[in-house]
């Protein structure tokens, strides 16, 4: 990983090294420009645009709402902040379900409107079709299973995923089916350490992402609201919080209220 501005593009055969040396990836939500700046700056290898923008940066109370023209201008932000990293356009909810042909026309608008490198998307064996369609498109995939928050509510809310064996059992098929399919990656969130490890264990090229889901992944993804306090109504207990940055940016409007106020 390199931190300087000569750093090099981040590409899927030096991602599938770093998995086959051992080596972290690190990947972090983004939907910005001077946020991808700094992901950039700091050597973050992937960036996820996920549609959780929907809550964090348009104050919806879902992803559901969000569309396709949301996404695209957030990933070009993202693109134009970060040109190194491996980029990855997250499919909002209705872009690739009704359909393998509305998932192949909706994954390219990423890559030829965005810039992005990959696409994800939710689901397990019943997505294997829009996975394996998009692939055959020239477009990599991440798969994205466990917590999938585009039907959180059918999966009784934010919740560990795949507590009982044979819930677990399904979740280390599906992703050995999305492999299959021909996904580059798939990402686990908020699934039981142990089978986040076995899903890493058994998938020889294919990168493991774990987001909450313990150590073993090959990589790991944090929502950057999170890690930064910066989303007001939902802190998830299983994200590692680096700075208060919420609480630094109101005590500061205060503060320039207060002076404003007072004639200072
Ligand atoms: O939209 C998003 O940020 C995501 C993460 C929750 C993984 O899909």
């Known amino acids: 990983m390199s931190t300087d501005t000569e750093r090099k593009k981040v590409s899927l055969p030096a991602l599938y090294r770093m998995k086959a040396d051992g080596r972290p990836i690190v990947m972090l939500t983004c939907y910005d420009y001077p946020t991808a700046h700094f992901q950039d700056q700091a050597g973050v290898d992937m960036i996820l645009v996920g549609d959780s923008l ?5 104050g919806y109370e879902t992803t559901l709402p969000v569309t396709m023209d949301d996404m695209i201008r957030h990933a070009q932000a993202v693109r134009r902040g970060a040109p190194h990293v491996w980029l990855v356009g997250d499919m909002p909810y209705m872009s690739y ?11 390219g608008r990423f890559m030829a409107e965005a810039g992005c490198d990959a696409v994800k998307l939710e689901g397990g064996r019943e997505m294997a079709d829009r996975v394996a369609a998009i692939v055959a498109s020239g477009i990599p995939v991440m ?12 999966l009784g809310g934010f919740r560990l995923q795949g507590k009982d064996a044979h819930k677990a059992k399904r979740i280390i098929d599906d992703v050995a089916i999305l492999i299959d399919a021909g996904a580059f990656a798939v990402l686990l969130e908020l699934v039981p350490e142990q089978v986040c490890r076995i899903a ?12 909450g889901s313990g150590p073993a992944a090959d990589g790991q993804l944090l929502i950057y609201h999170d890690m930064f306090g910066l989303y007001p109504h939902f802190r998830p207990r ?27």
């Open 143 to 154: 798969g994205h299973l466990g917590l999938t928050p585009q039907s959180a509510g059918a």
């Open 200 to 211: 890493a264990e058994r998938s020889k090229e294919a990168i493991i992402i774990g987001l």
């Open 97 to 107: 379900q009704p359909s393998t042909e509305a998932a192949i026309r909706n994954a």
């Open 54 to 58: 929907g809550m964090t940066m348009l």
């Open 238 to 264: 299983m994200a590692k919080m680096y700075a208060d940055a919420g609480k630094i940016i109101l005590d500061g409007i205060r503060q320039y209220r207060a002076e404003v106020t007072d004639g200072e």
